[in-house]
């Protein structure tokens, strides 16, 4: 069995291929990739955030107020056209145009309105708002709210409420929250969920790559045969290929963690991510372990069941086809462990992955329960060693072996 | 010496299959293929026995049931009066392997290839460093050994399986159709390496379509037909029953008799 788990890694780490998804992917893209996503998306922020606005207020000489507020908003600037849009409709073919950005139509009962007292006034704000990142209604609307409460402050020193008083009338109560989760905590249940997205599929791929070579790759290149006729039995030669699969996903696993962690510390180095390496200072040594403690039973199962798919296929193509639904049916538990409401109990924690996945958010949350964790590694490691068992029968059985 | 006597193996059908009355192949029966019903041969010391048949006729299936790949429904298989039916480990010990499509491991140097089937046989240290030197020095691999089986011509290759095959000096060679598809010399590699194996007294188990690499090399033959062995016994043997001094019309002729000379 040794011999077998020592050739397969030599011939593993002379692989490019292999190497490249579980170390240098991990180690140098990912990182790039996140980067790169970072650095597009604050670009696209920043750009939103610098630009400024060309608008177009129909009835302006009804609120010369209003038309003074915008004008001096340095996110803002009139339209320098000799057009008028003095209509929704006319607003609207003008933003469509591209002649404007946003259009603001004060009614042109606005006097009356206002001068009213009891009545609500309604404007109508005009833009497209088919954009990931848009701030001029934001802006325009918080614009629209100081305006809107200098209106309310005028009408309730009208009915002779004093301005000091303003606040007690329009706001009678006042929450403060006083939250007992601590950072940790909160932090938790927002990036802990993300923790098993990134690290179930990880070891799934760790094992993929090296299993379709050593089940239906040695099948296509003609050296399945020779290995059989060797005086070695089919649960060592599972086991020795088993092992290798193994070390590989927790390996892809472990790297990538290692990778994440040198480039979340590099990014808090440079003042980036503050709040993220804040959340995760209370992690403990031991709780990483315990993280690590885990996955192993769900590495054990998915590269018993990689290898049984493997060996089952009769070309690396067929078994590249069977490992793709395979990814869909390991992310579905992971999904179900962040639907509302699931957290980790007695019935959660035999759900194969779900279980894994809910105890990692708590783990990362520091609420975890070490009764559930200790049931989950019993669950999850009498499947495994099912899934072994079973790996080993289908490698004996010959109408698998020569299909 | 090997004594193989009354294998039979089937096959279930696959399920599209097994509704098809109009088959004409009557091995085909009871939801069951019947790849081999009745086989048997022996070959002595020193002996060459060439298997022929037709394609079809369950000569691989056979070969793979003297390898223990697969295990026989019935029938013994015997090596040095060991049944490897029962101990097919014992077997494995026992058999060198080589076919024309054997593969080797792409991303390992010859050198490599050929210590990892001698360590997974069993063999270490110094008895496994002399046993491949006396192979490499003997198949004249000393140029390749340290190239990867993938960057190998293919007479290198077989070079490399043939030490793969016999590294752990086995009892019986059994060999399928070890020359199809390989160029002149890489042929002549195979026929001395066979030449080689008689001499040491090693009995070969051949199976081939070439006619003209048995009569070079066989010192008997056993031909198999619909699953069955229709003759077993020596080349002069076979074409006096074949009414031929030709082994293909000899070989034809026995195969359209239909009946058994065992």
Known sequence: MFEVFLKEVKELLRDRKTLFFVIALPIVIFPILFALLGFLASKTTFEAEQKVHIYYLANASLSPDFEQMLFYHKSFRPYKGNEKFETIEALKSAVKAGKIDVGIEIPATYDSQVAGKHQQISWHVVFNDAQSINFVYKRLEKLINKFSAQIRSTRLE????????????????????????????????????????????????????PAIDLGAGEKERGTLETLLLTPVTRTQLV?????????????????????????????????????????????????FLLIFALLLPVAVMLSSLVLAISIYARTFKEAQNYMGPLSMLVFVPIVVSVMPNMSLNTTTAWIPITNVSLAIKEIIKGTVDHSAVGLIFVASALLAGALLMFCIRWFSKESVLFR | MI??????????????????????????????????????????????????????????????????????????????GQNIVKNPLKGRKAIGFLSGTTGLYGRLTARENVEYFA???????????????????????????????????????????????????????????????????TKQNIIEFIRDLKADNTPVVFSTHHLDEVALLCDSVCLIDRGTSRFCGSIEAFKEVGQSGELNDAFMNIVNQGSLHV
């Open chain 1, 158 to 209: 009208a009915l002779g409420a004093p301005q000091k008083e303003h606040p007690a009338i329009l706001k009678p109560i006042t929450i403060t929250k006083v939250d007992t989760a601590d950072k940790r905590e909160n932090y938790g249940e927002k990036l802990g969920a993300l923790i098993p997205y990134m690290l179930i599929p990880l070891v799934l791929m760790g094992a993929s790559y």
């Open chain 2, 119 to 185: 360590k997974l046989h069993g063999l270490k240290g110094r008895a496994l460093k002399s046993r491949c030197d006396e192979l490499f020095t003997r198949l004249s691999m000393g140029d390749f050994l340290d190239k990867r089986a993938e960057h190998l011509s293919t007479g290198m290759k077989q070079k490399t399986n043939i030490a793969r095959a016999v590294v752990h000096r086995p009892d019986v060679v059994v060999l399928d159709e070890p020359t199809t598809g390989l160029d002149i010399m």
């Open chain 2, 3 to 80: 004594v193989v006597n009354g294998l039979k193996k089937r096959f279930k059908l696959a399920k599209e299959l097994l509704n098809t009355t109009s088959s004409s192949d009557s091995r085909q029966r009871e939801g069951f293929f019947h790849s081999v019903e009745n086989v048997s041969f022996s070959c002595g010391r020193g002996e060459v026995l060439g298997l022929l048949g037709p394609n079809g006729a369950g000569k691989t299936t056979t070969l793979r049931m003297l390898s223990t790949a697969l295990k026989p429904d019935a029938g013994s298989i015997e090596i040095s």
């Open chain 1, 239 to 287: 086991l020795g290929k088993f092992l290798t699969i193994l070390a590989s996903s927790i390996s892809c696993a472990l790297v990538t963690v290692s990778s994440m962690a040198i480039w979340v510390a590099i990014a808090g180095g440079i003042g980036v991510l503050d709040t993220i390496i804040d959340a995760f200072s209370s992690v403990t040594f031991t709780d």
